[in-house]
């Protein structure tokens, strides 16, 4: 079963179309794999596992994926694009498919060909993250064409989210809600970082995940100043603050918290001043989910509050950044930002820093959608939580 609708993949495609009549192109391949997801799934709802791949888009015709024969089966039972090729640069290194139909980009380069016409430019997407090899192959097999780098194009499509889009992220966000409160649940001394990961990822799978954006953090100790640090071994022990956070997906849509607290189950003053600073910068931000602000407006208040009370040299992340199929996209806004907050956009607050001769690292965090009217929140448990 399929995440992505047919309404709402048929709207994208034709916008890539758009951008390819802009830059007068032939084709359009969208470049995937499992550390890189986004792009692709964006187009077919699916990702692979094991293989990478990309997603082709001619200007006439149907689109299809060009990726892997473990994956073939998968794609077409799953993939809002089901048309596959097979290709050596996207299988697993040294696997063996002997009834599969393997390709090499000569042959696609001339079935296209006699489908399209001459073709003369290819628009690349995510070219920047592919494999040296793969792109060699994809040039030398695309013989005579310009290659044509559309990636900042195709990635603002993105950042405004549709209504189904939007849905999801809410959804999203709430099973953050639940993660959250089983994971602090689980929060005690002697108990591990994985126990506690493993009630936030229960609690979210239990009841329909899709995915996570992340691996869960839980970070205890100093091991929160690892920034994203994944669960381990360690016992909580009482005193310290444990750094926690998750972010569970709808249909590939992620949603999430973060937040910092103590295993004793209450702040011991030094604990109380951490969170307070964590708090000010939070609402400091929120007031600048406006629309029309610039990301560096939305950053500025918060980095000040930090530089005043000596924050700064700890900071590690901008403030705010957008949630979508990635738990942090773009565009983020830090401090050189000149990205502007629009209606459609879905923002995370995101305050931390890290390696603190007494708080260690900290870090709370929630969503919100930016509409005309102003930013409405994804969790109001978690704003209340952040209240000052």
């Known amino acids: 079963m399929g995440y992505l609708t047919t309404q709402e993949r048929d709207k994208r495609l034709a916008a890539v179309k758009t951008i390819m009549a802009g830059h007068d192109l032939d084709l359009c391949l969208v470049y995937y794999d499992e550390f890189n997801i986004g792009n692709g799934w964006y187009l077919t709802g699916w990702c692979p596992q094991f293989e990478a791949g990309a997603v082709l888009v001619p200007r006439e015709g149907e689109s299809m994926i060009l990726g892997g024969p473990e994956s073939e089966p998968f794609a077409k039972l799953d993939s809002a694009i089901p048309e596959t090729r097979n290709f050596p640069v996207f299988m697993v290194p040294d696997e063996e498919y002997p009834n599969a139909v393997i390709l090499d980009f000569p042959k696609l380069f001339a079935e296209l060909n006699a489908k399209l ?25 695309f013989t ?3 290659l044509v780098d559309v990636t900042r194009d ?76 994944t669960a381990s071994a360690k016992k909580l022990i009482a005193g310290e603050s444990v750094m926690l956070g998750i972010a569970p997906k709808v249909q590939g849509y992620a949603g999430t918290f973060g937040h910092t607290l103590p295993v004793s189950g209450s702040n011991t003053a030094q604990q109380d001043e951490c969170l307070k600073h964590l708090k000010e910068a939070f609402w400091l931000t929120r007031e600048q989910l406006v629309v029309g602000k610039t990301g560096k407006e939305v950053d500025a208040p918060a980095r000040a509050y930090f530089e005043k009370h000596g924050f700064s040299k700890y900071l590690v992340c901008p403030f705010a950044h957008t949630v979508g199929l990635h738990e942090a996209e773009s565009p983020f806004f830090g401090p050189g930002s000149e990205d502007v907050l629009v209606p459609g956009m879905t923002v995370c607050i995101d305050v931390s820093f890290f390696g603190h001769p007494d708080f260690n690292g900290a870090r709370i965090e929630t969503g919100y959608e930016i509409t005309a009217a102003g930013a409405v929140p994804f969790s109001e448990k978690m704003e209340k939580l952040f209240a000052l």
């Open 154 to 229: 195709f990635v603002e499509l993105r950042y405004m989210k549709s209504p189904w889009e939007i849905a999801q992220i809410r959804e999203a966000f709430k099973l953050a809600d639940v993660c959250h409160d089983a994971m602090v649940a689980k929060v005690a001394a002697g108990v591990s970082e994985i126990e506690v990961a493993a009630a936030g990822e229960f609690a979210a799978r239990s009841r329909g995940a899709s995915g996570f954006g992340f691996s869960a953090i839980v970070g205890s100790g100093a091991r929160s100043n690892a920034v994203v640090p």
């Open 117 to 141: 016409g001459k073709i003369g430019r290819v628009g690349l997407v995510g070219a920047g993250r592919m494999p040296a090899d793969c792109y060699r192959q994809l040039s030398e097999g």
């Open 144 to 146: 005579g064409v310009d």
